[in-house]
């Protein structure tokens, strides 16, 4: 709900003459007095109005209030959350030209990483949201059919998976997440992979002939890089139009062992240089690892399998339609950004 302190302004209508921000915050990821004190410090520096506060909630994560900060016209809304609140902010924005500004919080800031944007400077953030440039990025649009056959969509602005990835969050217990940070996911992870079961789909990648596929997990990636210096998609793009689609499917122990080379060691060392990438040579595709690029992924399960956007669970689905959008969302970044 929007947040009731007397202190920010009341969300009213931007003044003609200057410009406003809205702050969609969670409160349980950020240090509210301190920021408020950084925005405001920030806003007035930049000859901008008083901010607009708006505060996320269980029942809100993000999406409702950023529509009001649409409908009031202000001109740039800064997010200070994590993951979820991104994902949810950039949903509500997306299409809108309205520009997004991130201040990471929480223990992924997974779009923040892969932008390469500095992730413990709240200060430096607060200052480059408003004195910084427009970048446009794409988005990841999904449609998630369910066992019912109702439909639901959302926008991911990292990546969407099934297989393990998904079960992981979805073993994951959210208080031992809270308090233990990325270490929560160790006992997910081998609790996912003790899960013998693997994808059966029916899918078509563009406008290429329909396949059928048994996979251990499948993953629609807008960017590449994840926490833990994990660079899951090396030559994921955030701006260039597509979406880099990775299907999984170890062979047994060693196939896990090949899998865990290649993208920690492989993709999150050695081909993070130039050098280190004319060592490594080309990616070649094999039967752990397959990777493709395309607009539009449709996919039909044999049955219900769980779904995660952005690392949070979205619940089972049955079937999806995958997208991307192009430039559909501006954020802004420092002005001397790569």
């Known amino acids: 709900m929007a947040d009731l302190d007397s202190t920010p302004a009341s969300p009213t209508s931007p003044t003609e003459t200057q410009q406003t921000a809205a702050v969609v915050y969670n409160p349980i990821k950020v240090d509210i007095d301190a920021l408020r004190a950084a925005v405001d410090s920030a806003a007035a520096d930049a000859g901008w109005g008083e901010s607009v506060w708006l505060e996320t909630s269980i029942d809100d994560v993000g999406q409702k209030v950023t529509r009001e900060a649409v409908d009031l016209g202000v001109d740039l809304v800064i997010t200070a959350g994590g993951d979820g609140t991104v994902r949810a902010v950039a949903e509500a924005l997306r299409g809108s030209g309205i520009p997004l500004a991130l201040l990471p919080s929480g223990t992924g800031n997974l779009l923040a990483r892969n932008l390469k944007l500095t992730l413990n400077d709240m200060p430096g953030s607060v200052i480059a949201a408003f004195e910084g440039v427009d970048r446009p990025i794409d988005l990841g649009v999904i449609d998630i059919e369910r066992e019912n056959r109702t439909r639901d969509r959302h926008v991911f602005v990292v990546l969407a998976g099934m297989g393990i990835d998904a079960k992981m969050i979805a073993n994951t217990d959210d208080d031992l997440k809270a308090k233990a940070g990325i270490a929560a996911y160790v006992s997910a992870i081998t609790k ?35 926490p833990a210096n994990i660079l899951l998609m090396p030559n994921a793009v955030v701006d260039d139009g597509l979406f880099d689609l990775l ?18 060691w492989l993709n999150g060392i050695v081909r993070r240089t130039k050098a280190g990438r004319a060592l490594a040579g080309e990616h070649r595709n094999d039967g752990d690892l397959h990777y493709r690029t395309g607009t539009r992924f449709v996919a039909r399960l044999s049955r219900p399998e769980e779904i995660e956007l952005d690392g949070d669970g979205f619940g089972k689905a049955t079937a999806f339609n995958a997208w991307i959008e192009p430039g559909a969302l501006k954020v802004r970044v420092p002005a001397d950004a790569d």
């Open 247 to 264: 299907l999984m499917r170890p062979g047994g122990l060693f196939g896990w062992i090949r899998v865990w080379v290649k993208v920690a």
């Open 192 to 226: 996912s992979l003790r899960d013998p079961h693997e994808l059966h789909m029916q899918f078509k990648l563009d406008d290429e002939p329909t396949k059928r596929a048994t996979v251990h997990t499948v993953m629609i990636g807008n960017c590449g890089s994840l």
